[in-house]
């Protein structure tokens, strides 16, 4: 199973394994990590569950698609390069190991 | 022999038993009755939902499907059709852009607890829950005012099966025949005097400078008319019944307001109103060493996976402080409910002044009479004691 890599903004890092196929958005609900939301459920509507995904693994992750882009406009922690929203990256062999860090706010 | 009838009256009252049957001892059962296969895990649930390359929605969603649905809305289209379509209502709809619809909501909730003002009990389902909806809707989709009964009577008879045939009796198709023209009429007078409202825009809407198909737009907003006040009307009555049920979480409520989202995920969780829909395989799939074919349906057992211990800790156990993250009171996936932030905004906002009208209440009935339906539970009425 795929492993994640989960760091709180105040820098707390929790490794958790995700079923292949599950989100990155479902691995921290379902795992009591606090600073992902996941308000809508995973359908891209919300911007919730917004990450910072670690550079090595940014050419790794299938491209967004323009809804996600348009969602991560509306993120409550400043947007940067990296962001991608966690309910959108499926857990994969190709990106085991990935870090993703989280903004300070979601909502 | 271990049967799962989802037609039963007794499976609209209690499906719990049921669901940890499955769970524990056929976690991919085939029911007869239903002419599918069931999940009953959270994790099978959550799989199937993440994997719609495999879990088609565009054969339907509902357990029993309605006439001209499939391929032609939000919940029964694939992406990337489906995500295009949701791009175009999706920004109107997130908790940001519905602040405009909480003053009107309280001013409904107000209007119709003053009506009520010196009864000694009343029934919260038809006397405040299903009117608070549907005051809302037609404020959201700017509807004529005239007929918002019987819109609201043709939505709940619209989601109901007969227990008896195993079908949609015809009054049932007569409902949704109804709902369907009357979607149509919205949207002819709506193309001839276009507003700024989810509707219009909708309408009006293109993709890759296409308009959308004519079915599509009415399905669609049939299916919004359908989903927005049958769903949310439901929920509220069964977030009553749970209140009326567990009187320390009520205190608790009164006490501090700023407890009823919790309140709110936690009975999404526990009396799940949504409780099965369907997916159909595109295929073969061995699950727990069942083997299923490409072009089988698959139910998806929501209520039974809000239940399960293998995901929440006594499970069966009504606690609002338990804040269950990844419910799947909205499905999840792709197709997770469009309509969350109207939900939980109108819930809230009609609690509040629910709670500080009545902080005590009881239910006068102890047998309620379900919702006959294999989508749906909810009870159709909600007597309850006040003073
Ligand atoms: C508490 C109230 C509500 C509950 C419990 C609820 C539940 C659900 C569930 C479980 C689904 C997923 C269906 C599936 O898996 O195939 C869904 C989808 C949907 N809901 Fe809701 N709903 C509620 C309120 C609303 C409201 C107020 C609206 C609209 C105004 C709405 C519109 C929709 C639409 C359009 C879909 C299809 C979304 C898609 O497939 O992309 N719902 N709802
Ligand atoms: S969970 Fe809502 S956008 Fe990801």
């Known amino acids: ?107 | 022999m271990f049967r799962f009838d989802p037609y039963s009256p007794v499976m609209d009252a209690d499906p719990f038993p049921f669901y940890k049957t499955l769970r524990d001892e056929y976690p991919c059962f085939w029911s007869e009755e239903a002419g599918m296969w069931v999940y009953s895990r959270y994790a099978d649930i959550v799989t199937a939902l993440n994997d719609w390359e495999t879990y088609s929605s565009a054969k339907g969603n509902l357990v029993d499907e309605l006439p001209n649905r499939a391929g032609s809305t939000l919940g029964t289209t694939d992406p990337p059709r489906h995500d295009r379509l949701r791009a175009l209502i999706q920004k109107a709809v997130t908790k940001r852009a519905l602040d405009h619809i909480i003053e009107p909501a309280r001013q409904s909730a107000r209007k119709h607890l003053d009506a009520l003002a010196g009864e000694k009990s009343f029934d919260f389902v038809n006397a405040f829950s299903s009117k608070v909806t549907v005051d809302l809707l037609f404020y959201l989709f700017d509807m004529p005012a005239e007929g918002q009964q019987t819109v609201r009577d043709k939505a709940v008879l619209m989601v109901q099966t007969d227990p008896k045939t195993r079908k949609k009796a015809p009054e049932h198709i007569a409902a949704y025949d109804w709902m369907v023209d009357y979607a149509a009429e919205l949207i002819e007078t709506r193309k001839k005097n276009p507003g700024q409202d989810l509707l219009s825009n909708f309408i009006a809407a293109e993709i890759d400078g296409e308009k959308l198909h004519d079915r599509e737009v009415q399905m669609t907003i049939t299916t919004l008319i359908m989903a927005g006040i049958e769903s949310l009307s439901g929920f509220m009555g069964v977030m009553g019944l749970n209140l009326a049920d567990h009187g320390d979480a009520r205190r608790a409520l009164v006490a501090d307001p700023a407890l009823i989202p919790d309140a709110m995920e936690e009975s999404l969780r526990y009396n799940t109103s949504a409780q099965r829909f369907r997916r159909c395989l595109t295929k073969d799939q061995e699950v727990h060493g069942q083997q299923m074919k490409a072009g089988d349906f698959v139910m998806l057992a929501y209520g039974s996976g809000n239940r399960d211990e293998r995901q929440f800790e006594n499970p069966d156990v009504y606690d609002i402080a338990r804040k269950p993250r990844g419910h799947l009171g909205f499905g999840g996936g792709v197709h997770a409910c469009l309509g969350t932030a109207i939900a939980r905004l109108a819930c809230k906002t009609a609690f509040e002044e629910f709670l500080t009208r009545y902080p005590e209440f009881e239910r006068v009935e102890q047998q309620l009479p379900w919702v006959p339906s294999s989508n749906f539970r909810s009870p159709m009425r909600l007597e309850l004691a006040v003073g």
């Open chain 1, 1 to 107: 199973m795929p492993k994640v890599t989960y760091i709180s903004h105040d820098g707390a890092e929790r490794q958790v394994e995700l079923p292949a196929g599950w989100t990155l958005m479902q691995g921290a609900t379902l795992n009591g990590i606090d600073g992902i939301e996941g308000e809508c459920g995973g359908s891209c509507g919300c911007a919730t569950c917004h990450v910072y995904v670690d550079e090595r693994f940014a050419d790794k992750l299938a491209p967004m698609s323009e809804v996600e882009d348009e969602m991560l406009d509306c993120t409550e922690s400043p947007r940067e390069a990296n962001s991608r929203l966690g309910c959108q990256i499926k857990a994969t062999p190709e990106i085991d190991g990935i870090i993703v860090r989280l903004p300070e706010a979601q909502s």
